[in-house]
Antibody
Framework: EVQLVESGGGLVQPGGSLRLSCAASGFTFSSYEMNWVRQAPGKGLEWVSYISSSGSTIYYADSVKGRFTISRDNAKNSLYLQMNSLRAEDTAVYYC????????????WGKGTTVTVSS | NFMLTQPHSVSESPGKTVTISCTRSSGSIASNYVQWYQQRPGSAPTTVIYEDNQRPSGVPDRFSGSIDSSSNSASLTISGLKTEDEADYYCQSYDSSNLWVFGGGTKLTVL
C-alpha cells in the first residue's frame, strides 16, 4: 500500500525549532518529487516547500524562506522539514504529499502532523 | 505572483449540479494546469481533478473540470450531488517561479 506518515509535530515556543519527518512506503520514493503543505486551524491549504527526486532542486514559499529547510534521504525513504525561528502563524497541520510526475499533481497525501507554536 | 479566488461557500440539494469557480488574478488561466482537491472534515486532501479536466482513477465521472479563458477561471462541476460530496474544495496551479498556488477553498454544503 502506498503510504506517507508524518511525525515530529508538537508544541514549541515562539523562536524555537522542530524537525518534521515523512516516512514513505509502498513505492519507489527516490523516483518522486515531494511537497510539504500546511493548513492553519480553520484555514485553507498553503504550499510550503518542494524538493525534486534527487534533492537537487528546492523551492520555498515566501512565508517560510530562510527559516525552513526541506531535505530528503532516499536511502531511508524519508522526507524532512527543519523548521527554525518558529512563529505563532506557523501553527498548522503539516502534510507531506507525493508529486505524480506524469500528469503533475499531488496524488498521495499523508494524514498530517500538528505543529503548535505558543508560549 | 498571482492569486486564485474561490467563493467561500456554495450549497445545493442532493441530486442537483453545482459549479465551483476559481479565478486567476493575473496571467492566463490556460498557462498552467489547474488541479482540484477535495478535503472532507478531519481528513487529508485527495485529488478529484488534475490537468484542468482529468479525473484520477476511482473518482466518479460526476466530477468534471474545465477552464474558461474569457473569464480567466477554472471550474469544478459536480453533478448528481450526494451527501458524501460535502467537503472543502481547493483549486491549485503553479506560477512562473515554480511555486505551487492554492485557492482559498470553497465549502460545499449538500442539504
Amino acid at each position: 500500500e502506498v503510504q506517507l506518515v508524518e511525525s515530529g509535530g508538537g508544541l514549541v515556543q515562539p523562536g524555537g525549532s522542530l524537525r518534521l519527518s515523512c516516512a514513505a512506503s509502498g513505492f519507489t520514493f527516490s523516483s518522486y518529487e515531494m511537497n510539504w503543505v500546511r493548513q492553519a486551524p480553520g484555514k485553507g491549504l498553503e504550499w510550503v516547500s518542494y524538493i525534486s527526486s534527487s534533492g537537487s532542486t528546492i523551492y520555498y514559499a515566501d512565508s517560510v524562506k530562510g527559516r525552513f529547510t526541506i531535505s530528503r534521504d532516499n536511502a531511508k525513504n524519508s522526507l524532512y522539514l527543519q523548521m527554525n525561528s518558529l512563529r505563532a502563524e506557523d501553527t498548522a497541520v503539516y502534510y507531506c504529499a507525493r508529486v505524480e510526475a506524469g500528469p503533475y499533481y499531488m496524488d498521495v497525501w499523508g494524514k498530517g502532523t500538528t505543529v503548535t507554536v505558543s508560549s | 505572483n498571482f492569486m486564485l479566488t474561490q467563493p467561500h461557500s456554495v450549497s445545493e440539494s442532493p441530486g442537483k449540479t453545482v459549479t465551483i469557480s476559481c479565478t486567476r488574478s493575473s496571467g492566463s488561466i490556460a498557462s498552467n494546469y489547474v488541479q482540484w482537491y477535495q478535503q472532507r472534515p478531519g481528513s487529508a486532501p485527495t485529488t478529484v481533478i488534475y490537468e484542468d479536466n482529468q479525473r484520477p482513477s476511482g473518482v466518479p465521472d460526476r466530477f468534471s473540470g474545465s477552464i474558461d479563458s474569457s473569464s480567466n477561471s477554472a471550474s469544478l462541476t459536480i453533478s448528481g450531488l450526494k451527501t458524501e460530496d460535502e467537503a472543502d474544495y481547493y483549486c491549485q496551479s503553479y506560477d512562473s517561479s515554480n511555486l505551487w498556488v492554492f485557492g482559498g477553498g470553497t465549502k460545499l454544503t449538500v442539504l
